[in-house]
RNA sequence: GUCCCCAUCGUCUAGAGGCCUAGGACAUCACCCUUUCACGGUGAGUACGCGAGUUCGAAUCUCGCUGGGGACGCCA
């Protein structure tokens, strides 16, 4: 049975990264029929906070990353951890180290004016000086001093690291708690994880926890490091490339299935396809097709696949999803052509919610031309075209066959190109001049409106 | 600085020695459609970082260089 889960520490929102790194380990387990876990590291008091484990519990519902147990969180077992260090320490695998913070500062900083790597120098390995009086020790692993830690990653290959690199990392801290590379090793112990799949940031750890395991004599799960997400310039992804939260696409106007796909096409590819379901994710998903080196976050092709989706989206969905978006420009579509009909007139031009509710407000709320639009558009020489049009649409049959019908014989009658007409008329109803086609859009805006409308607007011509 | 990893169009990628005069997608540009803007359709330009090998043959294998990313905490 396939176990694999995500761990996220809740010092912050869901973002890209992590989403997608959840996202590679969800469907790694439902394609093999396995089960997806939450785990949440909370062991950093300082940044840890419940409404960062929310954030996440609600991006990950967001995106339709179920999992199957869980979440579990560590400061509820520092217990287990502690029982463990103990043993370990008991064994000889492990040591109790007194030193500062200042004296690993000062040491650290040494090591690096003499241009070495920065690390524990185990002065306290085998140490048998007295224990300095106030210090609380913290508990370090013995990390083998001599050969090589080797693993088959399941995306990046054979990775090899030599223990001289590593250095004798902390376990538990002075007040008990566990760091990271402990704690991890433990639950995904306890927890029967089969495959690690993480971020790359994480391969460096992965030589320390194997040694942690093998002390334990414990069998090793499989690993998988996922390259990292950039943001669009190549640099590592900050608050400084925007939209960082999973949920902020969400309030930009994304569908949260567009993001899925998006994400999933990052980094991971099955052939040419581009466009893909859930259920096809879960039925290609594979480690092996996953790239090795990280991708720079493409924003236009997420709006493109938004669009697409947007295109295919059930109409009374897209209706609940766009609401938050009128509510927020405080336009109420309560009066006004059925929201339905203008959705379905407008969703091919749209490619976020967000696009939508912007073009689709002066269905519900007239919206004033610019001066440049009305000096562009209403001149002079059109003016008696506009006033008949308005004469002839005050008296026709309101659908939208016969308005076309009406501007044609307007055309006709004055001699006018199409365009000469239909843009002065678009720029007096909708205030703009991208709408869709102008007789379905008059039709939908409704008789009484348009007439209303246009005959404010004529006071704007010149005499 | 030290260690680890990576390297195909601007971007995401296909590619597991001959199927590659390198394919798809986004973006860009052109044309078509057109009652504006879109949508849609057709087409174009654009890439195997460099240098040595191995091989009858290399985008694919090896080495070096260069470039990029990551890590070096009592953070995760």
């Keep these: 049975m396939i176990r694999t889960r995500f761990a996220p520490s809740p010092t912050g929102y869901l973002h890209i990264g992590g989403a997608r790194t959840a996202l590679f380990s969800w469907a790694y387990a439902r394609k093999h029929g396995g089960k997806f876990i939450l ?187 996922v390259p990292m997400i950039l943001g669009h310039d190549g640099e590592r992804l900050s608050k400084r490339h925007g939209a960082v939260s999973v949920m902020q696409y969400r309030d930009d106007g994304f569908l949260p299935e567009a993001l899925v796909n998006y994400l999933a096409r990052l980094g991971w590819s099955h052939g040419d396809n581009e466009k893909f379901s859930r259920d096809q994710l879960v039925e290609w998903f594979d480690l092996a097709h996953v790239s090795k080196s990280p991708a720079r976050f493409d924003p236009d092709k997420l709006l493109w696949l938004n669009q697409q989706y947007m295109r295919e989206a059930e109409t009374p969905r897209l209706a609940d999803l766009v609401q938050p978006f009128f509510a927020a420009d405080q336009c109420s579509t309560d009066d006004g052509p059925a929201l339905y009909a203008v959705i379905d007139l407008l969703r091919t031009r749209a490619s976020s919610l967000r696009e939508l509710a912007d073009a689709a407000v002066f269905f519900y709320r007239p919206l004033e031309a610019s ?34 019908d009406v501007i044609k014989a307007v055309v006709g009658a004055h001699a006018l190109k199409m365009p000469k007409l239909a843009m002065p008329l678009r720029v007096m109803v909708t205030g703009s001049t991208q709408t869709p086609s102008i007789d379905a859009t008059l039709e939908l805006i409704g008789k009484e409106t348009v007439l209303a409308r246009m005959s404010a607007e004529l006071k704007q011509f010149p005499a």
């Design 371 to 404: 001066a440049a639009l009305r000096a562009q558009h209403y001149g002079a020489d059109v003016r008696p075209a506009v006033e008949d049009l308005y004469k002839r649409l005050s008296s026709v049959v309101w659908n939208r066959a016969a308005i076309n």
């Design 39 to 225: 785990r949440v590291e909370d062991t950093d008091l300082e940044r840890s906070t419940q409404q960062s484990v929310q954030a996440i519990l609600d991006g990950m519902q967001w995106l339709g990353l179920d999992c199957d147990e869980g979440p579990f969180y560590q400061m509820q077992r520092v217990e287990r951890y502690q029982a463990v260090a103990e043993q370990l320490v008991n064994e000889g695998k492990a040591y109790r180290c007194y030193c500062t913070k200042e004296e690993l500062d000062q040491m650290r900083e040494a090591q690096r004016a003499r241009g070495d790597k920065p690390r524990y120098d185990g002065r306290w390995r085998d140490s048998l000086q007295k224990p300095p009086p106030g210090v609380k020790p913290v508990i370090r692993f013995k990390n083998p001093e001599a050969g090589e830690v080797v693993w088959a990653d399941q995306v990046k290959g054979p990775i090899s690291i030599s223990n001289g690199e590593l250095d004798d990392l902390v376990l538990l801290r002075g007040d008990g708690v566990p760091t990271y590379n402990f704690g991890v090793v433990i639950d995904d112990l306890d927890m029967n994880i089969t495959h690690v799949i993480r971020g790359d940031d994480h391969v460096n750890n992965t030589p320390r926890q194997i040694n942690i395991y093998k002390a334990l004599g414990a069998t090793l799960p499989k690993f998988g490091h």
